[in-house]
């Protein structure tokens, strides 16, 4: 074994001077890997091809000493780590990478300095051990990008200092005070056996990499990133990165002060076979910490009294956890599961000279998503029941978390305990955060009001449609030292200035907006002290246009690049997070565009060009457009062939990021002459792609014959796999006609299709039936046969069909005519069961209207509320040819009662409106897209979003 302990780095500030004076080096940051240094690199042939199962938990990537003098004047980091002879496993199992020898040189004191408080702040550099691999090279040992970590934090040890005891808790603390501590944690405790008796079990740390605008961090993700593949940015600690950080210390001088400090991370391995070193794969959240990874609290209003028994103050604590709120999935289906139930189950506070026990609460007071943006809120009241006299009392929050605690891996100091291709687990106590903080007991003065305030509807943002009330109440504000006297309103709040709205005086009342936009309402609480004192707080309000009083935008005119558009009936329209595209085409130049918004569908960019090929410019329709979850986009259209007009090719680009897009790809060769009638397109569990679509071919035994086809390929190859026929038995092959394919993924990855076929054409008229299949999430079965799922006499007809899922209901909405009589309705039918058994269909429009294929380009989409919202096309109100009319219906019950049909947009007079599009935002907000045929001045694109 040998002793890595030959290099230090030491930072001096002289006498006087509190600038930071800056050495370099000998660390990571040189640009070359130091695996390089000491180890034997096996050949790619050498290296295990697999290990066992995938690992994630908590791993120490360093440990070192950090040595302050006395005179708080200079500062000394030593690497403490120990090399072993780990063998060639840690080249695949990345777990074994970090108890080697490379993050000797991670962790460096950048500089050292006494701040105008005189406290001790030490500069921390930490520079990832990896560099970022090179695709163009073939992955090995070095040339690698799966060794990303999370949470990467600094523990402070103070190995010899006095510890504080909180006996309820079981916890004693450090009491060297890390003022800019993120947290405190006992995590390390299990496997902390090297340095003997010391007096604390519970450390402050600090979070590194902490970077919240950049890389693709989402706030309004749950999981915190716009691509989970390829997280970078706030918490991510990525090969090739550092980060420059310090320690805030609370110091006396007088003596040398010896640290031991812990570089920690989070890691799940994401490449288990060594090939796709290049390609990883990261579970978020389930590789972040199990417990909060940050805690904060401080004492919000104090009234604490010596000797008063009934005095109190309020701890408001604040709790950042990744994987609060996470759909838990053992076999981790796609990247945002994790394996266990992981949200916060408690929060309890102690403070031993104030009162017996502690105070806890399970539920927290505000709406919050844990991300950095949203903590949750927990306030917690404590009350000097032991009538403590005047004085400083300490204090510990303990944020418990519900995951379950057997088995869980971790780190040792030394880095040497492994087995085979995995670290020995041990129990680990319980995933716990902390925090410390202390309370004054001092004799009463004047305090400042509490302003606080509810509202129906709820929340922060309040989401509200124009017009719509808001109903507040402000009764639960304070004041701990006397009475409130006034209550002010200011709804247009500006942060700056306070403008009370005249009239609004009482601590209760109702508001409503007129116009759509983001607002504050600000509530002003006065007191009767002297002097007079007042509080201020307010909430966002955002107003939305409602369906009924829509305002829709021409988001792309005629004139323009796009000229003519057209898109398909299906998914002209798809939200992730920020992000929204509406795939455009079709027009006499022979291009396909994008249009896309980076801020839920407020402003477009100009439209980005897909393709063009001006050989055949009217056969661009998109027939499919989808993206992956790595951020990969796809667009499928079709281009028909100028030699034969009885030959249509179908084929797809590609794009990363919605600016750049790579050639077609032809995904069928078939010679014959054929048509391919109608497509959709989406990706799957683990980003494989599939898409559908229906062949009609003119050299089949009685002159044409249609097959229904899905394609599929994995996220990193082309299609590998033929076309493959969905079974068509039971049905007229040779009578198929707009089959519109709808496909929905439920959250198990199985893909549910929905589509129509023909049954009869006794009448002159053909009859079809609704169909529907389950494919296996892989697309390597079909789970549930094509089965007919409506039950209507051959006097019927369907077409027009939507799909969606959710949970583990499944809905398809169709057109239904009535051959026999003038009526055209939308039907919706329903699946409790993931499609295995069906519902008897019903209506979803509540007045039935006379013509004839009416209904068309029906589209569904479920909200986060387990509403179903249907929009769609029909000409009920023309008054001059054929023209058509966005209409909308939600049903809150799963489809037992439907709401009055909206026009969202047309009168029937001035254009003909078509294909009209739905998707729901992650904040609740109903999008709607369409395009617009105006007989004065041709086809433009139209969007609107509003809340219901």
């Known amino acids: 074994?040998?002793?890595?302990?030959?290099?230090?780095?030491?930072?001096?500030?002289?006498?006087?001077?509190?600038?930071?004076?800056?050495?370099?080096?000998?660390?990571?940051?040189?640009?070359?890997?130091?695996?390089?240094?000491?180890?034997?690199?096996?050949?790619?042939?050498?290296?295990?091809?697999?290990?066992?199962?995938?690992?994630?938990?908590?791993?120490?990537?360093?440990?070192?000493?950090?040595?302050?003098?006395?005179?708080?004047?200079?500062?000394?980091?030593?690497?403490?780590?120990?090399?072993?002879?780990?063998?060639?496993?840690?080249?695949?199992?990345?777990t074994k990478f970090f108890i080697a020898k490379?993050?000797?040189?991670?962790?460096?004191?950048?500089?050292?300095?006494?701040?105008?408080?005189?406290?001790?702040?030490?500069?921390?550099?930490?520079?990832?051990?990896?560099?970022?691999?090179?695709s163009s090279q073939p992955p090995d040992a070095r040339n690698r990008d799966d060794v990303r970590v999370f949470d990467s934090k600094l523990i402070v040890i103070d190995k010899d200092g006095d510890g504080i005891e909180f006996p309820e808790l079981?916890?004693?603390?450090?009491?060297?005070?890390?003022?800019?501590?993120?947290?405190?944690?006992?995590?390390?405790?299990?496997?902390?056996?090297?340095?003997?008796?010391?007096?604390?079990?519970?450390?402050?740390?600090?979070?590194?990499?902490?970077?919240?605008?950049?890389?693709?961090?989402?706030?309004?993700?749950?999981?915190?990133?716009?691509?989970?593949?390829n997280a970078s940015g706030h918490n991510v600690m990525n090969q090739g990165e550092s980060s420059d950080d310090f320690l805030l210390l609370d110091l006396d001088p007088g003596e040398s002060i010896s640290l031991k400090l812990y570089l920690t991370a989070n890691y799940g391995q994401s490449a288990i076979d060594y090939t796709y070193r290049l390609e990883p794969t990261y579970y978020i959240p389930e590789f972040n910490a199990k417990e909060a990874w940050r805690v904060e609290a401080y004492v919000e209003s104090n009234s604490l009294g010596p000797g008063e028994t009934e005095s109190m103050a309020e701890i408001k604590v604040k709790v950042w956890d990744w994987q609060q709120g996470a759909v838990v999935d053992l076999t981790l289906s796609s990247l945002d599961k994790i394996r266990a139930q992981s949200g916060v189950a408690e929060v309890s506070v102690e403070f031993p000279g104030l009162f017996s026990g502690t105070v806890s609460k399970s539920v927290y007071d505000t709406g919050g998503t844990g991300q950095y943006l949203t903590p949750f809120e927990y306030r917690l009241e404590i009350y000097n029941e032991l009538g403590a006299p005047s004085g400083i009392y300490d204090g510990l929050v303990c944020v418990l978390d519900e995951r379950e605690t057997g088995g869980n891996v971790s780190m040792p100091e030394d880095g040497i305990r492994n087995s085979g291709f995995g670290l020995v687990p041990f129990e680990v106590p319980g995933f716990r955060t902390y925090y410390y903080l202390n309370a004054v007991v001092t004799a009463l003065q004047n305090v400042s009001p509490v302003a606080r305030f509810t509202t129906s509807p709820p929340g922060d943002p309040i989401y509200i449609g124009r017009d719509?009330?808001?109903?507040?109440?402000?009764?639960?504000?304070?004041?701990?030292?006397?009475?409130?006297?006034?209550?002010?309103?200011?709804?247009?709040?500006?942060?700056?200035?306070?403008?009370?709205?005249?009239?609004?005086?009482?601590?209760?009342?109702?508001?409503?907006?007129?116009?759509?936009?983001?607002?504050?309402?600000?509530?002003?609480?006065?007191?009767?002290?002297?002097?007079?004192?007042?509080?201020?707080?307010?909430?966002?309000?955002?107003?939305?246009?409602?369906?009924?009083n829509i305002e829709p935008r021409l988001i792309q005119p005629v004139g323009s690049d796009c000229g003519n558009l057209y898109y398909g009936a299906h998914n002209p329209i798809r939200i992730d997070g920020l992000n929204v595209y509406i795939p455009v085409g079709g027009n006499a130049e022979g291009e396909r565009y994008v249009l896309v918004s980076d801020d839920y569908g407020s402003t477009y960019s100009n439209p980005i060009l897909i393709t063009q090929d001006l050989e055949s410019p009217y056969s661009q329709h998109i027939g499919g457009f989808d993206f992956a979850s790595t951020g990969e986009l796809a667009c499928l259209y079709f281009d028909n062939d100028v030699v034969n007009p009885q030959r249509t090719w179908m084929l797809l680009s590609r794009s990363p990021d919605s600016s750049t897009w790579y050639?077609?790809?032809?995904?069928?060769?078939?010679?014959?002459?054929?048509?391919?009638?109608?497509?959709?397109?989406?990706?799957?569990?683990?980003?494989?792609?599939?898409?559908?679509?229906?062949?009609?071919?003119?050299?089949?035994?009685?002159?044409?014959?249609?097959?229904n086809y899905f394609h599929r390929a994995l996220p990193t190859q082309s299609f590998q796999d033929a076309p493959i026929n969905i079974d068509t038995s039971g049905m007229t092959a040779d009578l198929a006609r707009f089959?519109?394919?709808?496909?929905?993924?439920?959250?198990?990855?199985?893909?549910?299709?929905a589509f129509t076929k023909a049954l009869s054409a006794s009448l002159p008229i053909y009859y079809y039936g609704t169909m529907y299949c389950r494919i296996a999430p892989d697309g390597s079965s079909i789970t549930r046969d094509v089965v007919r799922i409506n039950e209507t006499p051959d006097d019927f007809s369907e077409k027009w069909v939507a799909t969606a899922v959710d949970g583990d209901k499944v809905f398809v909405a169709y057109q239904h005519i009535d051959t026999m009589s003038p009526f055209v309705d939308l039907m919706l039918i329903v699946s409790h069961d993931n499609g295995d058994n069906w519902d008897a269909p019903v209506i979803v429009s509540d007045t039935q209207f006379p013509g004839s294929f009416i209904v068309h380009s029906v589209n569904?989409?479920?909200?986060?509320?387990?509403?179903?919202?249907?929009?769609?096309?029909?000409?009920?109100?023309?008054?001059?040819?054929?023209?058509?009319?966005i209409w909308y219906d939600y049903t809150d019950d799963y489809g037992q009662t439907f709401?009055?049909?909206?026009?969202?947009?047309?009168?029937?007079?001035?254009?003909?409106?078509?294909?009209?599009?739905?998707?729901?935002?992650?904040?609740?907000?109903?999008?709607?897209?369409?395009?617009?045929?105006?007989?004065?001045?041709?086809?433009?694109?139209?969007?609107?979003?509003?809340?219901?």
């Not at 995590?187 to 450390?203: A, F, K, L, S």
Request: charged share 20%; with cysteine; glycine share 8%.
């Open 1 to 94: 074994m040998a002793h890595l302990f030959a290099k230090s780095n030491r930072f001096l500030l002289t006498a006087g001077l509190s600038a930071i004076l800056m050495i370099s080096s000998i660390g990571c940051s040189g640009g070359t890997s130091p695996v390089e240094t000491g180890l034997n690199m096996p050949n790619a042939d050498d290296i295990p091809s697999r290990i066992n199962d995938m690992q994630s938990g908590g791993f120490v990537l360093g440990v070192y000493d950090l040595n302050i003098s006395s005179d708080l004047q200079s500062a000394e980091i030593t690497p403490v780590r120990t090399l072993d002879d780990v063998g060639d496993s840690w080249f695949v199992e990345m």
């Open 102 to 134: 490379p993050c000797v040189d991670c962790l460096a004191v950048s500089g050292i300095s006494l701040t105008s408080q005189e406290w001790v702040k030490v500069a921390i550099h930490t520079t990832h051990p990896f560099e970022k691999g090179d």
């Open 170 to 229: 079981g916890r004693t603390v450090s009491s060297t005070i890390v003022l800019n501590a993120d947290g405190y944690t006992d995590m390390i405790e299990p496997v902390y056996d090297q340095i003997g008796n010391r007096p604390n079990d519970t450390h402050p740390y600090i979070i590194l990499f902490k970077n919240p605008l950049e890389g693709n961090v989402d706030p309004l993700s749950p999981t915190g990133f716009s691509d989970l593949a």
């Open 468 to 548: 719509e009330d808001i109903d507040y109440d402000a009764t639960d504000s304070y004041d701990v030292d006397g009475s409130i006297t006034t209550y002010e309103w200011d709804f247009q709040y500006d942060v700056e200035t306070f403008n009370p709205q005249p009239g609004h005086t009482s601590s209760q009342g109702a508001w409503s907006y007129s116009i759509p936009g983001t607002y504050r309402i600000a509530l002003r609480v006065t007191d009767n002290t002297i002097p007079i004192m007042n509080d201020i707080t307010y909430k966002y309000v955002i107003v939305m246009n409602d369906p009924s």
């Open 663 to 707: 050639p077609g790809e032809s995904l069928e060769e078939n010679t014959n002459p054929h048509f391919i009638v109608d497509t959709d397109m989406i990706y799957g569990a683990n980003d494989h792609m599939f898409i559908f679509f229906e062949m009609v071919d003119f050299s089949g035994p009685s002159g044409i014959s249609t097959l």
């Open 739 to 753: 089959p519109c394919q709808s496909a929905a993924v439920d959250d198990d990855g199985n893909i549910h299709l």
């Open 860 to 885: 569904i989409a479920v909200d986060q509320n387990h509403r179903i919202h249907f929009v769609w096309t029909d000409n009920r109100q023309a008054e001059v040819g054929d023209y058509n009319n």
């Open 899 to 948: 709401h009055q049909d909206l026009q969202l947009y047309g009168d029937g007079i001035i254009g003909n409106q078509e294909d009209p599009g739905i998707a729901v935002d992650d904040l609740g907000r109903i999008h709607v897209v369409w395009w617009n045929n105006d007989i004065d001045a041709g086809r433009g694109v139209w969007h609107t979003r509003f809340v219901n």
